[in-house]
């Protein structure tokens, strides 16, 4: 069931291009987010913070679906639904600092709040389509 | 059920910032989509055309979300969950042309295909969150 992003997209994870990540609430309507976004070869990896609206959605219900637009060309872009194989805490601080230094520049994430527990998401690419 | 876009954020729609639209596929699973966007002072509109994806999802379900970020500054951004209460084909050829405008700044939508039927989809706002 998982597909491959294609290398030709791989580049969009290398720029400072938003992911739009939808994820379902309990109801099983949908919410949709900007969110910093990388790659790790395998699984398209999202951090947010332990009891945000995402977390408990991703908890709850695994189906999720990103969409990124080449901030170069918004004709270009990447949309992918899948599913979320994995919920981690583990490395999840060094995930964000790195995340951080990607779209800020900032090597220390600056926007943490007093006892956030940071925590990365792991999608497995199910359907991806493509345009441009 | 209805909430207003906060005026502060209507400005998102005059600029070319493009939402990314989420429907639900047949078993409820997300997909996202940058679209075009304007909004007529009540409702957010879309247009698609008739067999698409998207067109088949919001005749099925007409839960949708959508997200704008700011082109000028990417951590100011609107995110508004709601519902297609009119989906309609009236009007909807000028809407795209329209669109096209403001978008490629082009007044006559390049990318008709032969037989292609464009339809109008209007999302009453529900959920309204900001940032930035």
Redesign the interface.
């Known amino acids: 069931m998982s597909e491959v992003i294609p290398e030709k997209y791989a580049d969009l994870f290398e720029k400072q291009a938003?992911g739009?990540l939808?994820?379902?609430?309990k109801d099983?309507?949908?919410?949709?987010?900007?969110v910093w976004v990388d790659f790790d070869g395998k699984h398209i990896r999202i951090n947010s913070a332990k009891g945000r609206v995402k977390d408990k959605n991703m908890r709850r219900d695994p189906?999720?679906?990103?969409?990124l637009?080449d901030p170069a060309n918004?004709y270009r872009?990447l949309?992918v639904?899948g599913r979320v194989v994995e919920i981690t805490e583990k490395d999840a601080d060094d995930h964000i600092n790195k995340l951080s230094q990607k779209y800020l520049g900032n090597p220390v994430y600056p926007f943490r709040q007093p006892g956030e527990v940071r925590v990365i998401y792991k999608i497995e690419p199910q359907k991806v389509s493509s345009m441009g």
């Open positions: 938003f739009n939808t994820t379902l609430m099983g309507s949908p919410q949709v987010t900007p189906r999720v679906a990103i969409a637009q918004p872009y949309e639904r």
